[in-house]
């Protein structure tokens, strides 16, 4: 392999170490870094949702979206760019985040479970893999949502490292006025929301998986479109070091349970497995990435 090929390699390694380490650390089991998961969290630490059990500021996204920005601008990649088919593209981004939340994870997090000893995970794969091949298809037949823009100017780019800052900003502070009303942020009293690792350790996971994400351009869809379309197996190097990064500490920490029924903040109904992941594919081939790309898109505003 190259020196590119070793460096995905390598990140992947570090990422599945490093997810493991933060359940080790007080992340939810096989969850140790989920975009779909801690993105619906942020959601119902904002109030946007109200399930008791899903609410929490995640420092991990924070850091991510932060830590590839930065390296992006350091770097001298950063572009802000938009324009191409803003609306369409919000409603698949819509109905990848349903897809993700209906088999409980992204296709990170799918890794992440298979590596954990859960075969429901499986199931997803093939499912996310059938649905990057159907998107394929529709590649070939002509679907382009169009090339976004370079902007003229660079601040709509920064609106989201700055509303990330803002975030921090109130997870530090510990705003909640009233557990019971709640506002600004809720907090999970019980469930996944209420279990994380120390905010100092989560933002750091949380940036050095945004500066690998930014250097590699990590994504699970693209990998697998890749190998379709010209048998470039590159991306997907990534997410075979992220499955055994995991796989190894999992084993090592005793938290490798293989089978179906009693995993971790999973359900084994096959058909909603399959078709979660499927729906995810679909919509990220159509869209150019999975919920984890949009750390390497910040490279570029």
């Not at 080790?24 to 109030?47: H, Q, S, T, V, W």
């Not at 506002?183 to 350790?201: E, N, R, T, Y």
């Not at 499955?243 to 190894?248: C, P």
């Amino acid at each position: 392999m190259d020196r590119g090929k070793w460096l995905i390699l390598v990140s992947g390694l570090i990422i599945g170490a490093i997810a493991v380490t933060l359940v080790k650390l007080g992340n939810p089991p096989n969850m140790g870094f989920c975009i779909a998961c801690f993105e619906r969290d942020i959601a119902g630490a904002l109030g946007l949702h109200r399930a008791a059990v899903a609410q929490y500021m995640r420092p991990e996204i924070i850091g991510l979206v932060l830590g590839s920005a930065l390296t992006a601008l350091f770097a001298g990649e950063y572009r802000a760019r938009g324009g191409s088919a803003t609306l369409l593209r919000f409603f698949m981004g819509v109905f990848m985040m349903v897809g993700a939340l209906v088999f409980l994870g992204c296709p990170l997090r799918d890794i992440l479970r298979m590596a954990g000893g859960d075969y429901n995970a499986v199931v997803g794969l093939f499912g996310f893999i059938l649905g990057v091949g159907t998107g394929v298809f529709f590649l070939k037949q002509g679907f382009d949502l169009g090339r976004a823009k370079i902007s003229s100017s660079p601040l709509g780019g920064l609106i989201m490292p700055a509303l990330m800052l803002f975030f921090l900003y109130l997870l530090l502070k510990g705003t909640v006025f009233n557990p019971a009303d709640g506002g600004p942020l809720f907090f999970s009293q019980k469930g996944p929301g209420s279990m994380h690792a120390a905010i100092a350790f989560s933002l750091g996971a949380g940036l050095i998986v945004g500066f690998l994400a930014q250097r590699t351009r990590l994504c699970l869809s693209g990998g697998i479109r890749d190998f379709i379309l010209i048998r470039d197996n590159t991306l997907l190097l990534g997410f075979i070091g992220i499955f055994i990064g995991a796989l190894v500490l999992n084993i090592a920490f005793g938290l490798f349970k293989a089978g179906f029924a009693g995993q971790p903040i999973a359900h084994s109904n096959h058909i909603w497995n399959f078709l979660g992941l499927y729906l995810v594919g679909l919509t990220a081939t159509l869209l150019g990435g999975v919920p984890f790309t949009p750390a390497d898109s910040v490279r570029s505003g």
